[in-house]
């Protein structure tokens, strides 16, 4: 779900306040701790004007977003009663996912950005149900998967044969419970170099008081705020390359809200030097392909 938060009943009351994990804290700005993130974030946490809301009011969104996402699920829900109901539920490959997450409160922000790469953003779920007789393993997995994984699925289901390079990988073994492991590492990239006008958001003619304005009038600009980004997560760390601001180091073990910024941690340097040639080593296979078919101009 999307801004603006609002659902209706019975979701709402079907989220027990209770049960609302607890959000990640918003950095203290008296003491400098917004100058470990991303520019972006402390922009967005400017534009917002959120800094007078209450714990209860902010788990009052959250509560309100399960709810919304408590609706998404009855709806996708009255989508599989309807293929049960043509006959078709048995023959039909599913996938449910998102394309990102929401800040809901974590770091004292809502909405998304484009280059910044927390969990709550970047870690999506991810529901597969594949057709009656393909072998699968019931279960919840904490393998890493990507988006693109989703496409190389269903080519390898159906037999279809892409016609491009792609690098996704199909999940049929992960299904089968042939492995718990998928991938050594997952990536995301966002953001812009300067001067890349089409990746402003311009057509949208934002203007104070729109709803993504905090966001937009930073991509708008030419300021770091926007900044070309890529990231590299493993399952014990996460590293962030940005163009124009520091880059970022997290250790998911021992901190999984991602407060702590160990890019400048001696202590990390081999796991920095790791995750480096890791993101290197992907660059270089995926970028640079070449099309299967000949171009035939002269």
Known sequence: PHPPYAVEEPFYSQIDPASIPERTPTPDGASGAWDAYPSLMKGIYDGQQM?????????????????????????????????????MYD????????????????YGLVE?????????????????????????????????????DF?????????IEAGYDHFGRSLLPLLAGETDSHRDAVFCEGGRRRGERQCMELESKAQPGFLYWPRLRHQMGEGPEHTKAAMCRTAEHK????FYEQDEL???????????NLIDDPAYGDVLGSLKERMLHWYMETSDVVPHETDMRR
Not at 239 to 242: A, D, L, S, T
């Open 250 to 260: 997290y250790d998911l073990r021992a901190d999984p809200r991602e407060t702590r």
């Open 112 to 148: 998304k950005t484009q280059n910044t790469f927390q969990d709550c953003l970047t870690r999506v779920p991810l529901l597969v149900k594949p057709p009656a007789g393909t072998p699968v393993a019931p279960r919840v997995s904490d393998a890493l998967v990507e988006l693109i």
């Open 51 to 87: 800094q007078g809301w209450s714990e209860q009011r902010l788990r009052e969104l959250r509560r309100t977003y399960y709810g919304m996402c408590a609706r998404v699920d009855h709806q996708f829900g009255m989508v599989l009663e309807a293929l049960k109901e043509a006959g």
């Open 91 to 106: 023959d039909t490959l599913v996938f449910f996912f998102s394309d990102h997450g929401d800040f809901t409160g974590d």
């Open 239 to 242: 590293y962030v390359k940005r």
């Open 151 to 159: 496409p190389a699925t269903v080519y390898a289901l159906t037999g």
